[in-house]
């Protein structure tokens, strides 16, 4: 296939980043995109696809698409956003001219918008969950209290839109003081925090009688319950935890500085990445079994034994709020880099500033997202292939839109945009002595990532 012969940039009209749309430091492209990658994925999807899928199987299964496929898809994105300075579709046209690469884009793009339909109506859920923290009312080790408060929330159509729509508001606030007053900022402060309350968490979870079961649980694989669906649904993980194949890390890279090591920053985020799911995993699964939950229970395995978890505990209460708390800022992280995608659409191919595209993105979000949001009241019985708007858009987004743009990004990569090109963006124009990790990078890349993909998506479709 042809390679494009030169890393080329776009004019500063519409396409290329505007001046002073840069993270500040490198502390600062660290902590955006680890707030990115790190949010529900890990504390509200990793648990409950682990629980609905075997435990510690899954687990192995998910830590090699995210070692072999995840990082390099991501280092790929963020290589391409700051080489092409644009989002998604603008970076792609940049760096391709006149060919229709654009278009994997421009699917990062459909895929942002299809999770922010449900994702945000899950940040709603959390964000109830903080008033519902305070008054003290989910505070119980019985399964069917908790159970009941989750069913109770979900099945109000009122509350569920309205939920949603504040989350809408209060991110999209903060993406109107920009790159980095807004998303920097906010991630840089509140990320921390985070991290010591789920240590905090995890170590009560481990006190519980019953603990060791949990353990065991999330770290003894047993094979005999993987099927083709697992390897889908584990690579679909990887892609939705470390915001890959959406749009997200490449619109990102157009905000890195030139400086910045783009292997180590993906390492990094992808180890602290997995650092906080299992450290998720560890506060949820003893719980689970101590309290006699079941690990399959979906996505309402979070808000249905965490509360017991603090119920067990001194003070619980006040630690139950300061959790719910700091899960709607990881939820707010992962957010502003989804929201950010279809921002910048509006914004560089558009040619709408940025406080309008805001504006409209998070306008549409609220319309197109109330679909997910009914879906378990009002909307329950309509559903599109058997299944509800909730599960349409989780399941196009996940398991069809995130795998085919990770393959596309790879192919384009490897094959069209080429090693040259390749070296020259990751060794920062020679900067950095880092042939061995580009070498290793390239053969991934070109051979193995987009191979994995591939076979994984024929055996969904049961050709292998």
Do not use: H
């Amino acid at each position: 296939m042809e390679e494009v012969s030169s890393i080329k940039t776009l004019p500063v009209k519409t396409g290329s980043v505007r001046a002073g749309e840069i993270f500040s430091s490198r502390l600062g492209v660290l902590t955006a995109t680890l707030g990115s990658a790190v949010g529900l994925g890990n504390i509200w999807r990793f648990p409950y696809l682990t629980g609905s899928n075997g435990g510690a199987a899954f687990l192995i299964i998910y830590l090699i698409c995210t070692v072999l496929v995840g990082i390099q898809v991501m280092v790929g994105e963020q290589m391409l956003g700051r080489a092409g300075k644009g989002n998604a579709i603008a970076a792609l046209r940049a760096l391709a001219p006149g060919k229709a690469w654009w278009l994997v884009g421009a699917a990062g793009v459909i895929s942002a918008f299809l999770i922010m339909g449900f994702y945000s109506e899950v940040a709603g859920w959390v964000f109830a969950y903080i008033f519902k923290s305070l008054s003290g009312s989910i505070l119980s080790t019985d399964p069917q209290v908790t159970t009941q408060a989750f069913t109770s929330l979900i099945a109000n159509p009122t509350q569920s839109l309205v939920w949603q729509w504040i989350v809408l508001a209060v991110t999209g606030g903060i993406l109107l003081f920009g790159v980095t007053k807004g998303i920097e900022r906010t991630t840089k402060t509140l990320m921390p925090v985070l991290f010591l309350l789920l240590i905090l968490v995890g170590i009560r979870s481990l006190t519980l009688p019953g603990a060791a079961q949990g353990l065991t649980y999330l770290f003894k694989p047993d094979f005999s319950v993987i099927t083709a669906d697992t390897f889908l649904e584990a690579l679909g993980l990887s892609f939705f935890k470390l915001s890959v194949g959406m749009g997200c890390m490449m619109t990102y890279g157009s905000y890195f500085r030139s400086d910045q090591n783009i292997p180590t920053t993906a390492t990094r985020v992808a180890l602290a990445d997995l650092m906080v799911s299992l450290m998720a995993g560890i506060a949820i699964f003893p719980a689970v079994f101590a309290f006699g939950f079941k690990p399959e229970s979906g996505p309402s395995l979070l808000f249905i034994t965490i509360p017991a978890v603090f119920a067990s505990m001194p003070l619980g209460n006040v630690f139950m709020v300061a959790f719910f708390v700091l899960t709607a800022i990881a939820s707010i992280g992962a957010m502003l880099s989804l929201l950010e995608v279809i921002v910048t659409f509006f914004n560089q191919q558009l040619g709408l500033n940025r406080k309008l595209s805001v504006v409209l993105t998070a306008a549409a979000l609220a319309v197109f997202g109330s679909a997910a949001a009914l879906s378990n009241s009002t909307l329950a019985n309509v559903k599109i292939l058997g299944l509800t708007f909730f599960d349409l858009y989780d399941y196009m987004s996940s398991n069809v839109l995130m795998p085919l743009g990770g393959l596309l990004i790879s192919v384009f990569i490897g094959w069209i945009w080429g090693y040259p090109n390749i070296r020259k963006a990751l060794s920062n124009e020679g900067m950095l002595k880092n042939e061995r990790v580009i070498g290793m990078f390239f053969g991934l890349i070109k051979f193995v990532t987009p191979a994995l993909i591939v076979i994984v998506l024929l055996n969904k479709l049961n050709i292998l």
